[in-house]
């Protein structure tokens, strides 16, 4: 009762086939097969366009959350800050 049998199987074939017909089922097999060509073709294409960009930057050590330096208007050079270290500590 659980499952499907075999012959559950041949009638739903048959029915499809019934449907859709031969001639059909072959056409949207060949535009399934066509889509994935594409799909592959257009993976490699895109792995061959980020081959060809610069490296991206790495940003190493943590990250803080607090803004650079500001511009000052009166021309003074901005307070340097020390980035916090946020490993945590055993």
């Known amino acids: 009762m659980g499952g499907f049998s075999l012959w559950h199987w041949v009638i739903v074939l048959l029915i499809v086939v019934i449907l859709f ?12 097969g066509k889509g994935i060509t594409s799909f592959k073709k257009g993976m490699s294409d895109a792995e061959k366009h980020t081959d060809m960009d610069a490296p991206a930057a790495r940003i190493e050590g943590p990250v803080s959350a607090s803004p650079g330096p500001t511009p000052t208007t009166t021309g003074e050079a901005a307070p340097i800050v020390a980035p916090v270290d946020q490993t945590p500590r055993p």
């Open 21 to 32: 017909g031969r001639g059909r089922i072959s056409d949207i097999m060949g535009d399934f």
